[in-house]
T-cell receptor
Framework: DARVTQTPRDKVTEMGQEVTMRCQPILGHNTVFWYRQTMMQGLELLAYFRNRAPLDDSGMPKDRFSAEMPDATLATLKIQPSEPRDSAVYFC???????????????FGQGTRLTVV | AQKITQTQPGMFVQEKEAVTLDCTYDTSDPSYGLFWYKQPSSGEMIFLIYQGSYDQQNATEGRYSLNFQKARKSANLVISASQLGDSAMYFCAMREVTGNQFYFGTGTSLTVIP
């Protein structure tokens, strides 16, 4: 049963610490998204990749957030330094989307619940 | 401008009744896809149904159907014979072929009453 795997599921950290969230997309998927979900803002797109290349990261605060795909099986989202306002659920999603069509829907991981104190 | 608008923050429906969750979208791209996701209290995002902009028929998946009205740019989700397990947040989403992004609405919280 193919699924997107995110680790850790829960993370509590102190303000100022570095946080790294990991995502293993579904094998064969070429598009990976990072979303942040809060009660106030809903689902915000932070960044997305196609074929491991970053296509858009305009939703990310550049001074503290960074997203990478070191290989096709791993996407990372880092926050350094973390702040209390970063507390949210971070979702990774993957799909296979061609330029000319739609392919699959986006499959979501179970999210990482981040709490910065 | 909002790409996806869901105007119903919360909805209630009696068990076994049908309910319609509204979604309107904004795009100038002739090719796009519309999606609905369910997010139960456990937090996972579950894909429900998909409609392509060129599809002639409304999409259906079991008890879910998508009422696609292209001229009005609406893609409402209809859940028939509601069940208690349908209580969740429901998100409408759109992907434009040219833009490649995946836009989500603010969601509708559905509560099914026994």
């Amino acid at each position: 049963d193919a699924r997107v795997t995110q680790t850790p599921r829960d993370k509590v950290t102190e303000m100022g610490q570095e946080v790294t969230m990991r995502c293993q997309p579904i094998l064969g998927h070429n598009t990976v998204f990072w979303y942040r979900q809060t009660m106030m803002q809903g689902l915000e797109l932070l960044a997305y990749f196609r074929n491991r290349a970053p296509l858009d990261d305009s939703g990310m605060p550049k001074d503290r957030f960074s997203a990478e795909m070191p290989d096709a099986t791993l996407a990372t989202l880092k926050i350094q330094p973390s702040e209390p306002r970063d507390s949210a659920v971070y979702f990774c999603a993957s799909g296979f989307w061609d330029r000319g069509g739609f392919g699959t829907e986006a499959f979501f991981g179970q999210g990482t619940r981040l709490t910065v104190v | 401008a909002q790409k996806i608008t869901q105007t119903q923050p919360g909805m209630f429906v009696q068990e076994k009744e049908a309910v319609t969750l509204d979604c309107t979208y904004d795009t100038s791209d002739p090719s796009y896809g519309l999606f609905w996701y369910k997010q139960p209290s456990s937090g996972e995002m579950i894909f429900l149904i998909y409609q392509g902009s060129y599809d002639q028929q409304n999409a259906t998946e079991g008890r879910y159907s998508l009422n696609f009205q292209k001229a009005r740019k609406s893609a409402n989700l209809v859940i028939s014979a509601s069940q208690l397990g349908d209580s969740a947040m429901y998100f409408c989403a759109m992907r434009e072929v040219t833009g490649n992004q995946f836009y989500f609405g603010t969601g509708t919280s559905l509560t099914v009453i026994p």
